[in-house]
């Protein structure tokens, strides 16, 4: 049943082809959406009554919406508002999960319990419904919805964080700069965190692709991107409505947020295997 | 003996969910903090007169301390009373009452498909690793993971219910007339909701099964002679059963997340569409009364989890 010395063949093979694809691809969106006004044919916004709906064809490489605008053109330019929206959520994520680790950690006692029943109880609700319950309060918009998954996200990276400083708390080198005369803050700055961090950019992107995903729901929930701008759930959310008279509609996003989502969690995948201390040679 | 012991797992079980429910509830409740502004005047409505925000302040308590204010607002949800929607004026109770049960049938079937196909396929891949049916398997689990479950709603609605005509477009029918109607509405949700579990599922069956594959007690009964079927059936299964009940657990959270955005595509009154119409109207009470009911079922799934764990794993005790 065990296979001993199997060699390392087509599944490396197909793993590194992955994470080459993935990162190819994540750089070309990325230039996407730095030069959106320049790429994009259209106004992602102009409004053509008498191009309605319009099949794919010169013109309109993927036809036009209800609105008569450039399906094309729109894709392009939820490229910044995706990237934005989801490198918001991963930011604010770490922005409060990193500290709250950090200090649940290397604090421990009743400061650690505290902060870690708080965590507990953040992940025993359902991802999305908090983030929906945080953006209700805080009123609908991307921005808005962003800082919500943010948040919602941020329980999961102090988790980890909290876990690699109590290892870090005991290591043998922290000891030696404490007798070395270190502050507290230096100590968790210089010492634990940068020995803390691989996992986390890991987590990092794991989280992204979650967030990308958690921007699309919301956009189609019309939560998130607000009309009219030009977000990927957004954009699903009308073509669904003409779906009957034109079913092209919703492939264009669909794709787009699916081969997204698919290269980050790729490149996350690999970062885990390539900053596994364990498989270094 | 045994009854002892696991009585003692169930009291030690709740005396865990006590705290996270009192954690929880404190979140749902100070959720109104985040509303920018003076909240009475948020639940008075943009057109109040002075004179009814003040009266609003004083009927829900705004002027009192904050703990005193938590106090009682659990006092009435303990009791059934969520308060009213600011939209429909309907007891928040009421709705949650009526669409929950939508919401659980999607939900459970989903768990059914996503364990019926995930634990078979992460079975298989990892019987084989390194194969063509395991690359297969992580393949699918992978696309499955990216895959946006409200698109692929999408995609089963263009083709199983309007070109294919197998299944009702959107909807539901009434569960207690109808409730193989409802079941029949229900399926497309459960398979785009399932996709991405059924994956997840894959994923850590698969991983689960290599870990233990490794271990030197199966390399033992290997050499012991036993046959591989039984190491399997007898041992490998018995000891992926714990990780199996986590990803159960962690599954149900997922799932019920996920309606939310499943419900919209298939138009189905539940708590998903309620949660959202809430959030885009400003419905507090609403938003409160849908987050607090399914932190409260999540929690007590949980505590079923934390239990069966005991009956599975003797070596779980409560120390």
């Known amino acids: 049943m065990s296979r001993f010395q199997a060699i390392p063949g087509i599944h490396v093979c197909l793993r590194r082809l992955g994470f080459h694809l993935s990162l190819g691809y994540l750089v070309f969106l990325l230039l996407l959406a730095i030069c959106a006004p320049w790429i994009a044919p259209h106004s992602p916004t102009l409004q053509n009554p008498s191009h309605v709906l319009l099949p794919a064809d010169g013109t309109y490489l993927l036809g036009t919406d209800d609105l008569g605008r450039d399906v094309f053109s729109r894709l392009v330019w939820g490229a910044p508002l995706t990237l934005y929206g989801s490198l918001l959520a991963v930011l604010v994520a770490c922005g409060i999960g990193l500290p709250l680790g950090l200090i649940a950690g290397f604090s421990g006692g009743w400061i650690d319990a505290a902060i870690s029943r708080g965590i507990d109880t953040m992940l025993s609700f359902p991802a999305i419904v908090l983030a929906i319950g945080v953006t209700g309060m805080l009123g609908i918009g991307q921005t808005n919805s962003m800082i919500a998954v943010g948040i919602v996200f941020s329980p999961t990276i102090a988790r980890l964080v909290r876990g690699q400083t109590l290892i870090g708390r005991e290591a043998l080198y922290v000891d030696a700069a404490r007798c070395f005369g270190a502050s507290n803050s230096r100590l968790i700055l210089r010492h634990i965190l940068p020995n803390a961090i691989q996992p986390v950019i890991v987590q990092a992107t794991l989280l992204l692709a979650m967030a990308l995903l958690a921007e699309a729901s919301l956009s189609f929930l019309g939560l998130g991107v607000q009309p009219p701008q030009p977000g990927w759930g957004a954009m699903l959310a009308r073509g669904y409505h003409y779906m009957e008279i034109a079913p092209s509609q919703i492939y264009a996003p669909g794709i787009a947020i699916l081969v997204t989502a698919l290269s980050v969690n790729t490149l996350g995948e690999n970062l885990r295997v390539i900053l596994d201390p364990r498989r270094r040679r | ?319």
């Open chain 2, 1 to 319: 003996m045994r009854a002892k012991r696991m009585a003692r797992l169930i009291g030690y079980s709740l005396l865990q969910a006590g705290p996270v429910l009192v954690v929880a509830t404190f979140m749902v409740f100070a959720l109104m903090q985040l509303v920018p502004g003076d909240v009475a005047i948020a639940l008075a409505g943009e057109n109040a007169t002075r004179a009814r925000v003040e009266e609003i302040r004083i009927l829900y308590g705004l002027d009192r301390p904050i703990l005193a204010q938590y106090g009682s607002w659990l006092w009435k949800m303990a009791q059934g009373d969520m308060s009213v929607s600011m939209l429909s004026a309907e007891p928040v109770f009421d709705s949650i009452q009526r669409r929950l049960p939508v919401t659980l049938l999607v939900v459970g079937l989903a768990m059914l498909a996503s364990l019926a196909v995930g634990i078979p396929l992460g079975l298989t891949a990892a019987m084989h690793p390194r194969r063509l049916v395991d690359f297969v398997v992580t393949a699918f689990a992978s696309l499955g993971i990216a895959l946006p479950g409200f698109w692929l709603g999408m995609i089963l609605v263009s083709i199983f219910a309007m070109s294919l005509n197998w299944f009702p477009v959107s909807g539901m029918a009434k569960m207690a007339t109808d409730p193989w109607g409802a079941v029949w509405h229900a399926i497309l949700p459960a398979v785009a909701l399932a996709a991405s579990g059924a994956a997840e599922v894959a994923r850590q069956t698969r991983s689960a099964l290599l870990e233990i594959q490794s271990s030197q007690y199966m390399r033992t009964l290997l050499a012991k002679g036993l046959p591989q079927s039984q190491i399997f059936w007898k041992h490998g299964l018995k000891n992926i059963s714990v990780t199996l009940l986590t990803v159960t657990g962690l599954l149900f959270n997922r799932l019920l997340g996920g309606t939310v955005v499943i419900e919209a595509v298939f138009a189905i009154s539940g708590m998903g569409s309620l949660v959202v119409t809430a959030a885009t109207g400003k419905d507090y009470p609403v938003i409160q009364g849908v987050m607090l009911t399914m932190v409260v079922i999540v929690v007590a799934v949980n505590l079923v989890i934390e239990i069966l764990y005991a009956v599975f794993d003797p070596r779980i005790t409560t120390r």
